[in-house]
């Protein structure tokens, strides 16, 4: 009885422990930003944990915003959001050339 009891004991702290860590508060992911408070292609942005999205730092270029990210942020590149509403097949190919194409006979 004593054996079972202790077992239990253990395997409910354990279970406790589980849930205690997923309410922990997780980082904001690169997609989970709003897409107005995105940087412009080619400026980055560092995006402080625990910060609301209208008192996040300006948008800037990306060697000082790697530079000066702090612990407690990341840094966002404007040209690593994908927008997920656009299907696969609508993307734009791009020019094809073909060889000797460039070389004009005179």
């Known amino acids: 009885m004593t054996t079972r009891y202790v077992l239990y004991t253990?395997?409910?702290w354990a279970g406790l422990a589980g849930v205690a860590g997923a309410q922990q508060a997780q980082p904001a992911r690169a997609d989970s930003v709003l897409k107005?408070?995105?940087p412009?292609?080619?400026m980055c942005r560092i995006?402080?944990?625990?910060v609301p999205?209208?008192?996040?730092p300006a948008p800037t270029d990306c060697r000082t915003a790697v530079h000066d990210k702090p612990t407690n942020g990341?840094?966002?590149?404007?040209?690593?959001?994908?927008d997920k509403g656009r299907k696969s097949d609508d993307k734009d190919l791009p020019m094809v050339r073909k060889f000797?194409?460039?070389?004009?006979?005179?």
């Open 100 to 106: 000797g194409e460039d070389k004009k006979k005179p």
């Open 47 to 50: 995006w402080l944990d625990k």
């Open 74 to 82: 990341k840094v966002i590149f404007g040209d690593d959001f994908v």
């Open 40 to 42: 412009p292609p080619g």
């Open 36 to 38: 107005g408070f995105r």
């Open 53 to 56: 999205a209208r008192q996040q």
């Open 10 to 12: 253990i395997a409910m």
